[in-house]
Structure formats: structure tokens, C-alpha cells
């Protein structure tokens, strides 16, 4: 069973930094594809970032230039890099992950972490 969990969310102010992680458990062959998204409050899930397992990377325009995703295929881990935060990047972060595990490729999600930039 593959599992992906979120970590490093917490209150921020505005021009502050913070890094999500993503670590992907169970038994996993290739990290194939891997996403951040977010919700904020009243407001649908949104996409943020990509990265493959090859390192290529998209963003929304929303956060290009500020924010940084990467992959270490090694320790089954995503992170996140936000910095120059601002008030609208207040939300849930989740990581979705197409992964191979032993059961061949398959879709999962996190259960997310809460982002605040506020002062």
C-alpha cells in the first residue's frame, strides 16, 4: 500500500519561506509523476507544481518564480520550496503522486498540510 504524507505547513508571514515535504511509504518502484495542489478556504483545489521522476518541473503562473518543487527518487520524497509568501498563498497543500508500487502504477493523495501567511 502506497501512502503520501505531507509535512512542513505552519503560519508564515508575508516574504516569508517555508518547504513542504511529501514522503511516499510502502513499497514504491518509481515516482513516476508527482503534484502539489492546493484549497484555500471556499475556494476549489487548484494545481501549483509538477515534477517527473526525470526532474522536470511545471508550475502555475501563480507561483512561478517563488516557489520550487524537486524529487529525490532515493528517499521517496517531494518538496516544496515557498518563498516571497504572500497572504493568497493561504491554503491546504496536498501531494499527489502517480506511483508505481507492487500492484503496478496508481493514482494517490495526501491528507494534506495547512499553509497560513498572515500577520
Known amino acids: 500500500q502506497v501512502q503520501l504524507v505531507e509535512s512542513g505547513g505552519g503560519l508564515v508571514q508575508p516574504g516569508g519561506s517555508l518547504r513542504l515535504s511529501c514522503a511516499a511509504s510502502?513499497?514504491?518502484?518509481?515516482?513516476?509523476?508527482m503534484r502539489w495542489y492546493r484549497q484555500a478556504p471556499g475556494k476549489e483545489r487548484e494545481f501549483v507544481a509538477t515534477?517527473?521522476?526525470?526532474?522536470?518541473?511545471n508550475y502555475a503562473d501563480s507561483v512561478k518564480g517563488r516557489f520550487t518543487t524537486s524529487i529525490d527518487n532515493a528517499k521517496n520524497t517531494v518538496l516544496l520550496q515557498m518563498n516571497s509568501l504572500k497572504p493568497e498563498d493561504t491554503a491546504v497543500y496536498y501531494c499527489?503522486?502517480?506511483?508505481?508500487?507492487?500492484?503496478?502504477?496508481?493514482?494517490?493523495w495526501g491528507k494534506g498540510t495547512l499553509v497560513t501567511v498572515s500577520t
Open positions: 510502502g513499497s514504491i518502484f518509481d515516482m513516476n509523476v
Open positions: 499527489y503522486g502517480n506511483v508505481k508500487g507492487p500492484m503496478g502504477y496508481g493514482d494517490y
Open positions: 515534477v517527473t521522476s526525470g526532474g522536470s518541473t
